[in-house]
Every structure is written in structure tokens, then in C-alpha cells.
């Protein structure tokens, strides 16, 4: 079922048979990865989209990892933030993977991350691991993790509150 100018349903989930909710996830998707497709005019390969296996975003049908014929990850992901600079697709999440593959994701949050084990050079191959070089990217800490992070947050803020509580409203003892 075609669900963009170049997009099939198919691509996104093969069995082709998802739910509703589901697929309009995929649509909303494909819609900004088209935009990305006219930017380039080129084809958009989707490796993996709908996956019970894949991220939280890819199970609910809005996450997928693609490639972009004859671009390396470094462009697709330039491309991607000139998009969003310029309001034309959302914020959402991008990933860099070896072999130029590429993961965009509907989320709110808008991280960025690089898990490629190599990073590419200006000839076309590839270089040192980027565990090596300056870490450039930014991304959230895992939800565990802000979950945990606004435990200790909310208890030192209530723990404070009560301190506070003491001192100001202490009643004063009539000395005898």
C-alpha cells in the first residue's frame, strides 16, 4: 500500500498487516523521510522499520534504520538537522551506525547518537574507532537513569522543604 510518493507501507512493516494506531505511526514516518528523499533525490532504503526486536520506537512503528543511495551517514544526519533547522521535519531522534546506516525516530526528545564502531574518512573509508576522538554528540541519559536521576531530586527537594519547614515555623520556648 503506497503511503507517501515513494514509500510502501511493505517497506516499513512487511507483513503489511499492523493496527491502526500503528500504522499511522509509519505514515507520519514515511512522511518525514520523504522529505528527506526529495532533499537528496535519491532512494531511501529502509533496513529495518516495524520490529518487535528493535528500539521502543520501532516496535510502536515511529523509529527505523535506512541508508540513502550514494550518501554516507555524516550527510544523511547533516541533511536531517538542516531539515529540522529549517522546521521542515520534526526533532526527533538520530543515529549513526556502521556501513552508513542511519536511525531517525519520531520522539520529543530529539537525541543524537553515534554507534559506529568506525568513523568514516574524507576519502571514502574509514578510521580510527570514535571511542578515541572528542566525543561531539549529546544524548539524553537512558530513561532509567532520569527516572532515578528525579527520585534523588524530588527526595533532596522534600528533604530541603522540611528542613526549611523547621527553622521557619519553629514555635520558640519560653525560656523558664
Known amino acids: 500500500m503506497q ?3 515513494n514509500f510502501k507501507l511493505e517497506e516499513f512493516a512487511p507483513s503489511g498487516n499492523v493496527p491502526g494506531y500503528i500504522e499511522n505511526n509509519i505514515r507520519a514516518l514515511a512522511q518525514q523521510l520523504q522529505k528527506l528523499r526529495d532533499q537528496f533525490n535519491a532512494p531511501i532504503t529502509i533496513l529495518k522499520g ?14 527505523a534504520i535506512f541508508t540513502v543511495s550514494g550518501k554516507n551517514g555524516d550527510q544523511v544526519k547533516a541533511a536531517l538537522e538542516t531539515l529540522i533547522k529549517n522546521g521542515q521535519i ?6 549513526l551506525y556502521d556501513k552508513n546506516h542511519v536511525y531517525f525516530a519520531l520522539t520529543p526528545i530529539g537525541q543524537r547518537f553515534d554507534k559506529r564502531t568506525t568513523t568514516p574518512t574524507k576519502g571514502g573509508g574509514t578510521s580510527t ?9 549529546t544524548t539524553a541519559p537512558p530513561l532509567a537513569e532520569n527516572k532515578t536521576n528525579k527520585t534523588i531530586l524530588l527526595a533532596g527537594l ?7 519547614g523547621t527553622i521557619v515555623f519553629k514555635e520558640d520556648k519560653p525560656k523558664r
Do not use: C, H, M, R
Not at 520534526?90 to 543515529?95: E, S, V
Not at 522534600?158 to 526549611?164: D, E, P, Q, S
Open 3 to 5: 503511503i507517501t510518493k
Open 50 to 63: 516495524l520490529s518487535e526486536t528493535g528500539s521502543n520506537e520501532q516496535k510502536l512503528g515511529s523509529g
Open 90 to 95: 520534526i526533532n526527533g531522534t538520530i543515529g
Open 129 to 137: 574507532p570514535p571511542s578515541t576522538q572528542p566525543n561531539t554528540t
Open 158 to 164: 522534600a528533604l530541603g522543604l522540611l528542613v526549611l
